[in-house]
């Protein structure tokens, strides 16, 4: 069966200070893979997506970075924090190849930014 | 991507069944209608899916008109379990998807 990692489960960090948050994903191969984020209260907001190996396309600009270093792994990245960058981050996948989509989230990493 | 309506939220009560309906006016030829449900501090959960007419499976039953411009998500018989938020989502594989803000379901005992 599939799995979706994603650490870490909290992070707090100061403005200005660089981020990275990874998730791994296993059981299948060539996955997509997506970041979102959601503010407190809010729906999620699809930061960057990947149909492959350093196949990303970014949805909003923004100071937040994304790469994928192996096929299963995707890691999104910030050289420096901003305080609008506070919120809980969500990694998923879906199936490639298919008509129709499921994705599955992972557990979320919660950062605050202070 | 097709945009979707939903009610900001709706209210129940234990054992009643529950209709949340989304519209998507706009809606494409190779989209699909998938259906979330989030819990607090959670990654939303897939519920359902469907292309046209209706579907059911364990969990919900989603009905699609003809015209695909609107859809229902029905959760029969609802338990306190059910208090979430559902996200009504329009789009094709092919590209990436949109969450609105859900509809938040509070059931009541």
């Known amino acids: 069966s599939q799995t979706i990692h994603q650490w870490p489960a909290t992070l707090v960090q100061p403005v200005g200070s660089p981020l990275s948050l990874e998730c791994t994903v296993e059981?299948?191969?060539?996955?997509?893979l997506y970041w979102y984020r959601q503010a407190a209260g809010r729906g999620l907001q699809l930061l960057f997506y990947?149909?492959?190996?350093?196949?990303i396309s970014s949805e909003v600009p923004q100071n937040l970075s994304a790469s994928r270093p192996q096929d299963r792994q995707f890691i999104l990245s910030s050289k420096k924090l901003l305080l609008s960058d506070s919120g809980f981050y969500l990694c998923?996948?879906?199936?490639?190849?298919?008509?129709?989509?499921?994705?599955?989230f992972g557990p979320g990493t919660r950062l605050t930014v202070t | 991507l097709a945009k979707t309506t939903q009610p900001i939220s709706m209210d129940s009560y234990e054992g009643q069944e529950v209709n949340i309906t989304c519209s998507h006016n706009?809606?494409?030829?190779?989209?699909?209608i998938t259906w979330y449900q989030q819990f607090p501090s959670q990654g939303p959960r897939f519920i359902i899916q469907?292309?046209?007419t209706k579907v059911t499976n364990e969990v919900a039953s989603l009905f699609i008109p003809a015209d695909r411009k609107s859809s229902t998500l029905s959760l029969p018989r609802v338990s306190l379990s059910d208090t979430a938020v559902y996200y009504c989502?329009?789009?094709?594989?092919?590209?990436?998807?949109?969450f609105g803000s859900g509809t938040r379901l509070q059931v009541q005992p």
């Open positions: 998923a996948w879906s199936p490639p190849g298919t008509g129709a989509y499921e994705q599955y």
């Open positions: 059981g299948t191969s060539n996955p997509n």
């Open positions: 990947s149909i492959g190996i350093d196949q």
């Open positions: 706009n809606i494409a030829t190779n989209d699909y």
């Open positions: 469907g292309y046209k």
């Open positions: 989502l329009v789009g094709d594989m092919r590209r990436a998807l949109t």
